[in-house]
């Protein structure tokens, strides 16, 4: 069976119209292109090397998630310094315009400047962008900044969520783990904070959080696969918890920047065997309440 009938026969025997996958990464080549050589010269997070096989055209990617059944994907993209948030938005803005099953998505880094991070974050939703990216172990910053304070604020306002890289893998960074991003949280407790990769490794906290912000959700990305099992383990003993976040699990792939088949996210999230109307919700439902899509 091809790896597209495999995609396609996993969420049709779950009855579902297709999938909605809340993490997967489009940017301007020449930074894709940085990410990936990052990735297979072993620089990356694993330590090693680590082969990107959907390493490919941008169309052809787009074209790809389409034959997957992904009816709804998102194009996260972030900076490492100051000074390229604002044209990475644009080139984002560029790209929802002309892909209209991804998701507008859009950045920010804590800067100062003409509006800083507020001014500019202020007009990409004013221009419909509908998921920001935040990662905190690529771009250093803290997220407790003074600077970012009205940028919360306005995402929390508006409602639009953001996937946030807070968790401490695949190498602490020195504002990642549970403590910076819940101060922020506890002064924005209507922020919708979408956790990247289940907050791998801090699981546990995580879940926490999870537990006591209703507005907090949790991505699935690479967690459970083979790959990152080894890494950082998912504990057996959390699984109850997980299940009962079962309305704030979404699915998350990583695409295109993963080692292995997008097939394996997929059925790493079926072994854990959590049932039937846990997977439905995380492939498609819990996203598209979320979204209203
Ligand atoms: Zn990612």
Same mark, same amino acid.
């Not at 080549?29 to 055209?57: H, Q």
């Not at 506890?186 to 922020?191: D, G, K, M």
């Given at each position: 069976m091809t790896e597209v009938a495999a995609v396609t026969a996993f969420w049709r025997e779950l009855g579902l119209p297709g999938l909605v996958?809340?993490?997967?990464?489009? @940017? =301007?080549?020449?930074?894709?292109?940085?990410?990936?050589?990052?990735?297979?010269?072993? *620089?990356?997070?694993?330590? *090693?090397?680590?082969?990107?096989?959907?390493? *490919?055209?941008?169309?052809?990617?787009?074209?790809?998630?389409?034959?997957?059944?992904?009816? +709804?994907?998102? /194009?996260? #993209?972030?900076?490492?310094?100051?000074? @390229? /948030?604002?044209w990475l938005n644009a080139w984002a803005a560029g790209f929802a315009d002309?892909? =209209?099953?991804?998701?507008?998505?859009?950045?920010f880094f804590a800067e100062p400047g003409a509006g800083g991070a507020g001014g500019y974050v202020a007009e990409a939703i004013g221009a419909g962008a509908r998921l920001f990216k935040a990662h905190l172990q690529v771009g250093g910053y803290?997220?407790?900044?003074?600077?970012?304070?009205?940028?919360?604020?306005?995402?929390?306002?508006?409602?639009?969520?953001v996937v946030v890289h807070c968790g401490?893998?695949?190498s602490p960074g020195r504002f990642t783990g549970p403590g910076p991003i819940s101060e922020v949280l506890?002064?924005?407790?209507?922020?919708t904070a979408i956790i990247a990769h289940l907050g791998a490794?801090?699981?546990?906290?995580?879940?926490?959080?999870?537990?006591?912000?209703?507005?907090?959700? #949790?991505?699935? +990305? @690479?967690?459970?696969t083979d790959f990152l099992e080894r890494l950082a383990p998912f504990p057996a003993a959390l699984l109850p918890r997980l299940a009962a976040v079962a309305d704030r699990v979404l699915l998350g792939s990583d695409f295109p920047n993963i080692p292995y088949p997008y097939?394996?996210? #997929?059925?790493?999230? /079926?072994?854990?065997d959590l049932g +039937?109307?846990?997977?439905?919700?995380?492939?498609?439902?819990? /996203?598209?309440?979320?979204?209203?899509?």
């Open positions: 996958d809340i993490h997967t990464h489009f @940017m =301007p080549a020449n930074v894709l292109a940085k990410v990936w050589a990052f990735f297979e010269d072993g *620089r990356g997070p694993s330590g *090693r090397a680590w082969p990107i096989i959907y390493r *490919r055209p941008e169309e052809d990617r787009v074209a790809l998630l389409r034959a997957f059944g992904v009816r +709804t994907f998102s /194009a996260l #993209l972030y900076p490492h310094k100051p000074g @390229m /948030a604002e002309r892909t =209209p099953d991804a998701l507008h998505s859009a950045t803290d997220p407790r900044d003074e600077l970012l304070d009205g940028v919360w604020g306005l995402l929390a306002e508006a409602r639009v969520p401490s893998g695949p506890a002064r924005h407790p209507r922020l490794p801090e699981y546990g906290e995580f879940l926490g959080l999870a537990e006591r912000h209703r507005h907090v959700y #949790l991505d699935t +990305t @690479m967690v459970f097939l394996h996210q #997929l059925e790493a999230l /079926a072994r854990l +039937t109307p846990w997977l439905r919700a995380v492939c498609h439902g819990n /996203a598209t309440r979320l979204l209203g899509l």
